[in-house]
């Protein structure tokens, strides 16, 4: 098994040493998300906006008079991250057309936790993918409103044990299965959208700096580990995320232009047991309940290399 | 950096729009009064990989001068990260105090 | 003041009237006032649209109650809705009409004068449709001499661009071919 | 051939939106106001305006894009009514407390349910408490001046708040009337280019919207209070300015025929134009009847109130907004509130009209001044009045 999965091993000290999301934030201890975040900075640079949705990494970051963020940096409210970001890409984009600021290329970012994006933020979302602004989207997925107490989101798996979606005697915690955010943004003809994790820090990076080439819309769906929410160990972080993708329950794929190629290609799946048992979230689940969780994740994955294999570039197609 | 604060003591203090104008300011709170646990480097296992330093949540890990990597304690929150994920098992978590 | 009424259906364009008459005699350095009704009505419903006009500047907002002209753009609409409602004896009502003026005195029983056009004809013969409410124009502008007819010829020109010649013309006739009904 | 020139107002108001140069506007529909945006969208089209035009999909992204494009630098506009200011609500208190001066028009309408288009002031009076500049235009020409005061008030470095201009929906917005237009050059002379205060930019890194904790919150909502306050020096300043360089004057509180008034009417929009023509009427039967007009809603001119009324025996406020199970009228509420500290102070009535459209002739007011003359002497009748309601 090839633990440090596919990057090179001593790449770490390739990457930028710069810390943009600066030490003295006030995650939890084994935060995936922070150091999500703290990665995606890194592959960004210093030429660019972040326009943050309240959440836990607005609330960790920001608490005035001081900041963690060495970026400029924006916050409005909870649903409408990307909304603004249009509005910060729109009025850079005019500044710089009249030779207001200076003429460079400064990325806007957005980004949100699952709660901004999958709910409270999708119809925002929706438009700045459909009006096409010059606008990356990163979702920060931990899979459930973690900054107001781990409540149910439509992001949050079927089964999980929520404050909202608790598990007890006539129930398994949530029996709604996680929306497919990729594929509801890739209908809207963005040219990238990929799915990534920090517990792979290179290919979240690469995809980050892909985006950031884009003139126009793409989307990154980050899965992050919430050590508090899942009820994992801090130390778990990452296993957790590495779990995630060798599961295939959280496959780590690209679609560029309409063609789909999977980043990660464990050689067998291993079994989603493996990944549930060690999270109090889905401590209540039974063998049977497993069981059907097995076959929906089996049935995603092969639907997912179905159109890994099949499904052509626009430009092939034009 | 110049040394703020904690709070403005009157409303005249008040940045407009609470904005804040230094950036990595959060550094002046240290996180590593959260820390149960401190990693403790054998260098002599150390293979110099980085992947402590890049799995940090914190960013609190750098290399020193000969090379190695080392966390700095105002800011680490005893996670555990780096030592789980140390190829080489270099690095031990150990209860403070 | 003078206040104005317009009575159309929906689609017919009563608003762009009231909207050339107003522009006109704002250019003639009045003031005036033009708005819809503004209610929800949509194609091919009855509707009203309001003038005002005066020579200094015009501050009532509320509804026109006792209109000084009543216009009517479509002929169907005598004897379907009360026309002279609240109209000034000393008012006039402008009817598009095929009927004459002392027709349609008789017909809404109004005692004050009345004036009649056939307008849909006009406007079938110089646009090709029958749509009537910048030939009324005309018709309003002979009957009230409120502007002069050479005002109009910009905001119908501005706003209609190509065709404007046409609406210019059929608005000409309407001035020319109107036949008025004086007060009893 | 005269200078006034003739257009539907909210197409004026684009026009003069234009003439402020904004560098982004984003924007939603909704009757009333939609003629603001479809105009400024054409002045877009037809390259007479170098500006990016955001067409939303909500008011929330209208109001939230346009504090993005401000929190870049950009001078940002929007527009809207009702349901859809109630739509933007989440955002609205956020623009001044991120200190943003964004500028929106307010084709006012009334709010749902029963679902009515047509004008009164529920919806920004919904939307009083949040920290905005916000007044009120009585017909065209002031709606044009206003629009150009607005950026300048907005932008001024002692204020750096966003403003709210309200006209009524429909009773303006859908007129066609004379006005008078600055020029190009005029309004640049009047209204300097945007210098935002900060940007989020690489260039001069800031955090904005950042979280303020319970231990430094009252301090903040104290600044936010005092910062609206005192803008009204500015406001004061910048119509001064106004008045020197076109000839129009605008006060906080405007009187007509107020002089040996014994009593007042109280209007706010353009239902204080229809009043006038009310006041001419009863001063030529020869009532010391006058008339105050209030332009300035927030910050709320306390002091002018006092200074109005002196010597005056009744006042009726009018409000075309109820305040469900309060006091009053949301207006009249402020009125009685400037006044209860006078040590000689009239009766004070609160007569609500002009709900979602409902007409308000000439005759209303005639008869609201009467029956303020009648209380002058009697006292308030009641807690407050819908005016004209069937059934009371």
């Known amino acids: 098994m090839n633990i440090v999965e596919n990057f090179d091993l001593y790449a770490p000290r390739l990457v930028d040493k710069e810390e943009h999301f600066s030490a003295g934030h006030r995650a939890c201890q084994g935060c995936g998300e922070a150091l999500a975040i703290r990665l995606m900075c890194k592959a960004l640079g210093k030429d660019t906006v972040i326009v943050n949705a309240t959440g836990c990494m607005e609330v960790v970051s920001t608490m005035y008079p001081t900041t963690a963020w060495n970026l400029p940096w924006i916050h409005v409210a909870f649903p409408n991250s990307a909304s603004v970001g249009a509005g910060v890409e729109a009025g850079l984009k005019v500044l710089r057309r009249k030779g207001k600021i200076a003429d460079r290329d400064v990325k806007t970012v957005a980004i949100g936790g699952d709660g901004g994006t999958f709910d409270i933020g999708l119809q925002a979302l929706s438009g700045a993918m459909e009006r096409r602004h010059d606008l990356l989207y990163v979702c920060f997925d931990n899979e459930a409103y973690m900054n107001t107490g781990i409540q149910r989101s439509g992001a949050t798996p079927f089964g999980a044990s929520t404050t909202t979606a608790p598990a007890g005697a006539d129930s398994t915690g949530k029996s709604e299965w996680k929306k497919n955010l990729a594929e509801i943004i890739a209908a809207h003809n963005v040219p990238y959208v990929a799915t990534a994790c920090h517990s792979y820090p290179f290919d979240f990076m690469n995809k980050v700096k892909k985006a950031r080439k884009i003139k126009g819309p793409s989307f990154i769906h980050c899965m992050s580990v919430c050590p508090t929410g899942w009820r994992t160990a801090s130390e778990d972080t990452i296993k957790m995320g590495r779990l995630a993708v060798e599961t295939g329950v959280f496959p780590l794929y690209e679609i560029e232009n309409g063609k789909y190629t999977m980043n990660i290609k464990p050689d067998r799946l291993r079994p989603m047991e493996d990944y549930l048992k060690l999270q109090g979230r889905f401590r209540h689940l039974t063998p049977a309940d497993i069981e059907v969780i097995q076959t929906r994740v089996n049935l995603e994955y092969n639907k997912l290399l179905n159109k890994v294999e099949n499904l052509q570039s626009w430009e092939d197609l034009s | 950096m110049e040394k703020a604060k904690k709070w403005p003591e009157d409303w005249q203090e008040i940045i407009p729009g609470c904005m804040v104008f230094r950036p990595g300011s959060a550094r002046e709170y240290h996180t590593g009064s959260w820390r149960a646990q401190r990693p403790v480097y054998d260098n002599s296992k150390c293979i110099k990989c980085g992947m402590c330093y890049i799995f940090c949540p914190e960013g609190c890990i750098s290399q020193d001068a000969d090379g190695y990597f080392i966390a700095d304690l105002d800011y680490c929150k005893g996670c555990g990260i780096c030592a789980h994920e140390c190829w080489p098992g270099a690095i031990t978590m150990v209860e403070e105090g | 003041m003078i206040e104005i009424r317009w009575h159309g259906r929906g689609g017919q364009g009563a608003v762009t009237s009231v909207e050339m008459l107003a522009l006109a005699a704002i250019e003639e350095g009045q003031y005036a006032q033009g708005f819809p009704s503004f209610g929800p009505e949509r194609r091919g419903a009855p509707v009203a649209a309001f003038n005002r006009v005066d020579n200094k500047h015009i501050n009532v907002r509320s509804g026109v109650y006792d209109p000084d002209v009543v216009v009517v753009l479509d002929p169907s609409l005598v004897g379907l809705i009360n026309v002279t409602e609240g109209l000034k004896q000393s008012g006039v009502l402008v009817v598009n009409t095929s009927k004459s003026p002392e027709e349609i005195k008789e017909e809404v029983q109004f005692d004050g004068a009345v004036a009649a056009v056939d307008a849909s004809r006009i406007a079938w013969d110089e646009l090709g449709v029958p749509i009537t409410n910048t030939t009324m124009l005309g018709a309003v502008i002979k009957a009230t001499g409120l502007i002069k007819l050479q005002s109009a010829k910009s905001p119908l020109e501005h706003r209609f661009g190509r065709v404007a010649q046409k609406n210019i013309k059929a608005m000409e006739r309407a001035y020319n071919e109107l036949k008025i009904a004086t007060a009893n | ?392």
Not at chain 4, 356 to 369: H, M, T, Y
Not at chain 4, 372 to 391: D, L, N
């Open chain 4, 1 to 392: 051939m005269s200078e006034r020139v003739g257009m539907e107002i909210a197409l004026a108001a684009a026009e003069t939106v234009a003439l402020c140069r904004p560098d982004v506007i984003a924007a939603y529909p909704i009757t009333p106001n939609t003629h603001i945006p479809e105009h400024l969208s054409d002045i877009v089209a037809e390259g007479r305006l170098d500006a990016d035009f955001i067409c939303v999909e909500s008011e929330h992204s209208a109001l939230s894009a346009c504090c993005g494009a401000s929190g870049a630098g950009a001078r940002a506009f929007t527009a809207t009514s009702s349901q859809g200011l109630l739509y933007m609500a989440e955002v609205v208190p956020i623009v001044s407390a991120m200190r943003l001066p964004i500028v929106m028009i307010i084709g006012n309408r009334a709010l749902s349910g029963p679902i009515n288009i047509w004008n009164d002031h529920s919806d920004i009076m919904s939307q009083r408490d949040v920290g905005w500049i916000s007044m009120f235009a009585a017909n065209g020409q002031e709606v044009v001046d206003m629009t150009v005061q607005s950026f300048k008030i907005a932008e001024h470095r002692d204020v750096m708040l966003p403003v709210n201009l309200n006209l009524d929906g429909f009773q303006l917005t859908h007129v066609v009337e004379p006005m008078l237009f600055p020029s190009q050059e005029e309004v640049d002379a009047f209204l300097p280019e945007y210098e935002p205060y900060a940007a989020v930019h690489p260039d001069n890194i800031v955090s904005m919207g950042t979280l303020a904790l319970p231990e430094i919150f009252n301090e903040v909502m104290k600044a936010k209070d005092e910062v609206l306050k005192d803008s009204k020096k500015v406001i004061l300043e910048v119509w001064k300015e106004w008045e020197e360089k076109f000839g129009r004057t605008y006060k906080p509180v405007e009187s007509y025929k107020t002089e040996g008034a014994e009593i007042l009417l109280l209007a706010i929009g353009s239902m204080a134009e229809t009043a006038e023509v009310a006041i001419d009427e009863l001063r030529d039967r020869g009532m010391p009847v006058g008339l105050l007009k209030l332009r300035l809603w927030r910050p709320f001119p306390f002091e002018e109130i006092r200074n109005a009324v002196k010597d005056v025996k009744a006042i009726a406020v009018l409000d075309r907004a109820v305040s469900f199970g309060g006091p009053g009228g949301p207006v009249f509420s402020e009125v009685r509130s400037a006044l209860y500290d006078e040590k000689v102070r009239p009766t004070i009535i609160s007569e609500i009209i002009g709900l979602g459209g409902r007409d308000v002739p000439v005759g209303d007011f005639i008869k609201i001044a009467e029956k303020a003359a009648r209380v002058a002497k009697t006292g308030p009748e009641e807690e407050y009045e819908i005016f004209g309601v069937r059934g009371s």
